[in-house]
C-alpha cells in the first residue's frame, strides 16, 4: 500500500473519509447482525423435522443457543486479541494496513455468507463469526485514528458525524435490500432476500471501505516485524503503565464498561424483546430497528452539542439517566405502539452514548502517539466484555425469572453504577 500524502490535523477531506468507514461498515453491524443474519439463521438452522433443536459439532442444542455461542465467542476472540494487535500496529506503525487486513478480510466473510444453507450450518458459523471478528478488529484501528486526524476541540463533533453516517448508509442499504418485499412483480422469498444481502453488505463494506482506508494518512515505520514479538509484548506492557498515568481514565473506564453493558444489551436483545413479550411480527420488527436507526442520526448530532454545555462526563450522566428511563418503561410497556415509542427514545439516547463514549475517551489519549493504539486496544477489550457480560446478565435472569421484565429492570443497576464512577469527579478533558 502506497504512502498517504503528508496532512494536517482537521482536514476536511481526511476527515470525510474517516467518517466514510463508518458508513462502509456500519452496514455489517445493522443488516447482519440485527436483521437479516438471525431471520435467515432461523429459517436455516433447524433439525429434520423443522425444529429448532439441532447438532452442531455432535453437540445438541437449541439454534438460539448456538447464535449466542456464536457471537459471544467472536466478541471474546477480537476482546482478547485487541490489545496485541493494537500494539503491534502502535510499534510498526501498521495501523492503515491492519484496518484495511480486517476490512477485507469481514467483507469478504459477509458476501461468502450466501453459500449458508441447509446441510452446512459449520460453514455458516464459520462465515459469521470470521465476518464479526472482521468487524469488530478493524473498528479498534479505525477508533484509534480519530486524536490523530482532528484537535481535541472536535472529537465530539467528529465523532457524532462518523456514527450519523454509520446510522445512514446502514438504513439506505436495508431499504434497498428489502424492496423486493414492497414491489410486487418481484417474487423473492425471505431466504433469497437475505442472501442477496448478504453479497450487498460485503460489496458494500468493501467498496466504500476501501475508499476510506485509502485516504486516511500512513505512519508506516518501515520495521518487519512479523517476526519480533517483544516489541510487541513490550508495549501491551507499557500500555497498562500509560492507562495507570493518566488520572481520572480508570474511573472513566469503569464507568464506560457498566453503562456500555447497559446500552449494548438493550441494542441485541430490544427486538427479541418485541417478539417474545408483545408478539410482534417480523415486519413490525424490522420497522423497530429502522425507527432505532433512524432516530439515532438525530441522537448523535445532538448529544454532541450538547456536551459543549454540559461536558463530556456531565453528558454521559444525562444519558444514564435516560437509559434508567428506557428499562423502566420497558417493564410497563403493553402495546406495539408504546413499544414503538420506547424504541424512539432507544434509538435518540443510543446515538449520542455511544459517540459520546468514544469520543470522551479520545480526550483521555496522552497528546503524543505513544501508546494511542495500544489503550484503544484495551477500551475495545472492556467494550466487548461488556457485551458478554451484559448479555449473560439479561439471559441468566430471564432464565431465573422467566420474565425478561424483570431483566430490563436489572440493567437499571448498570446504569446507576455507570453514573457512580463518571461522578467521581474525572480530571478535566482535553
Not at 412483480?185 to 466504500?208: Q, S
Not at 431465573?400 to 448498570?414: C, D, E, K, Y
Request: proline share 3%; net charge positive; glycine share 10%.
Amino acid at each position: 500500500m502506497s504512502q498517504a500524502k503528508a496532512f494536517t490535523k482537521n482536514s476536511q477531506a481526511v476527515i470525510r473519509s474517516w467518517c466514510m468507514y463508518d458508513w462502509a461498515n456500519s452496514v455489517y453491524s445493522l443488516i447482519i447482525t440485527s436483521t437479516l443474519f438471525p431471520v435467515y439463521f432461523n429459517m436455516v438452522a433447524v433439525n429434520e423435522q423443522g425444529g429448532s433443536l439441532i447438532e452442531f459439532a455432535g453437540i445438541s442444542m437449541p439454534n438460539s443457543a448456538l447464535f449466542s455461542y456464536a457471537v459471544s465467542f467472536s466478541f471474546l476472540l477480537a476482546g482478547l486479541m485487541s490489545p496485541l494487535l493494537s500494539a503491534y500496529a502502535d510499534v510498526s506503525g501498521f495501523r492503515r494496513r491492519f484496518l484495511m487486513f480486517f476490512c477485507l478480510m469481514g467483507s469478504f466473510c459477509c458476501a461468502a455468507m450466501c453459500f449458508f444453507v441447509k446441510g452446512n450450518l459449520e460453514y455458516g458459523m464459520l462465515m459469521f463469526v470470521l465476518a464479526a471478528f472482521g468487524f469488530s478488529s478493524s473498528i479498534v484501528f479505525y477508533n484509534s485514528f480519530l486524536p490523530e486526524i482532528v484537535s481535541p476541540d472536535l472529537y465530539d463533533k467528529v465523532s457524532a458525524r462518523g456514527f450519523a453516517m454509520g446510522y445512514i448508509g446502514s438504513v439506505l442499504l436495508l431499504i434497498i435490500i428489502l424492496l423486493p418485499l414492497f414491489v410486487p412483480v418481484v417474487k423473492l422469498e425471505m431466504g433469497e432476500i437475505c442472501r442477496i444481502g448478504f453479497v450487498l453488505t460485503g460489496l458494500w463494506w468493501f467498496g466504500f471501505g476501501l475508499k476510506a482506508v485509502l485516504g486516511l494518512p500512513s505512519s508506516d515505520k518501515g520495521r518487519g516485524l512479523f517476526f519480533e514479538l517483544r516489541p510487541v509484548w513490550i508495549r501491551v506492557a507499557s500500555g497498562f503503565q500509560i492507562s495507570s498515568q493518566i488520572p481520572g481514565l480508570a474511573r472513566y473506564l469503569a464507568g464506560f464498561f457498566f453503562m456500555n453493558m447497559g446500552v449494548q444489551t438493550i441494542m441485541y436483545l430490544a427486538a427479541i424483546f418485541g417478539e417474545v413479550e408483545l408478539k410482534m411480527s417480523s415486519e413490525k420488527l424490522i420497522a423497530t430497528i429502522l425507527i432505532l436507526q433512524l432516530v439515532a442520526i438525530g441522537g448523535s448530532i445532538l448529544f454532541a452539542r450538547v456536551s459543549t454545555g454540559l461536558q463530556p462526563i456531565g453528558t454521559l450522566i444525562l444519558a444514564c439517566f435516560l437509559w434508567i428511563g428506557v428499562c423502566i418503561a420497558a417493564y410497563f410497556v403493553q402495546t406495539d405502539n408504546q413499544f414503538f415509542a420506547v424504541a424512539a427514545l432507544v434509538g435518540l439516547v443510543m446515538g449520542g452514548s455511544q459517540s459520546m463514549l468514544r469520543s470522551t475517551f479520545t480526550h483521555y489519549l496522552p497528546k503524543d502517539e505513544h501508546g494511542k493504539s495500544v489503550l484503544y486496544g484495551f477500551y475495545d477489550l472492556l467494550e466487548k466484555f461488556s457485551i458478554v457480560f451484559g448479555t449473560f446478565a439479561f439471559g441468566i435472569t430471564n432464565q431465573i425469572t422467566g420474565n425478561m421484565r424483570i431483566s430490563a429492570l436489572v440493567l437499571v443497576i448498570f446504569f446507576v453504577l455507570g453514573i457512580f464512577f463518571f461522578r467521581r469527579k474525572p480530571v478535566a478533558l482535553a
